[in-house]
């Protein structure tokens, strides 16, 4: 993987590690606790959340429109289904 790759994967896994320590959004810890509920490892499921972020920043990046928490949560709840 290349250095930008592994950069961008950190600071993914940053958001996740800030929400899940911030407590917001709470149905990032819910997705959390379901995913190692239902067999993922914790690395897994972080990375599966973390999927989650990127499409939800690509739509803010490209629409120029603000987060929007509900949606975010809708990707969330659809785990492991890949948004």
């Known amino acids: 993987m290349s250095d930008k790759k592994?950069?961008?994967?950190?600071?993914?896994?940053?958001?996740?590690?800030?929400?899940?320590?911030?407590?917001?959004?709470?149905?990032t810890q819910a997705t959390l606790d379901r995913l190692v509920g239902q067999g993922f490892s914790e690395e897994d499921?972080?990375?599966l959340i973390g999927s989650v972020v990127v499409v939800e920043m690509r739509?803010?990046?490209s629409e120029g429109r603000p987060f929007q928490e509900e949606r975010y949560v809708s990707l969330l709840q659809n785990l492991p289904q890949l948004p």
């Open 59 to 61: 739509s803010v990046v």
């Open 6 to 27: 592994v950069r961008v994967n950190k600071l993914i896994l940053e958001v996740v590690e800030r929400q899940l320590a911030s407590g917001s959004p709470v149905q």
């Open 45 to 47: 499921a972080k990375h």
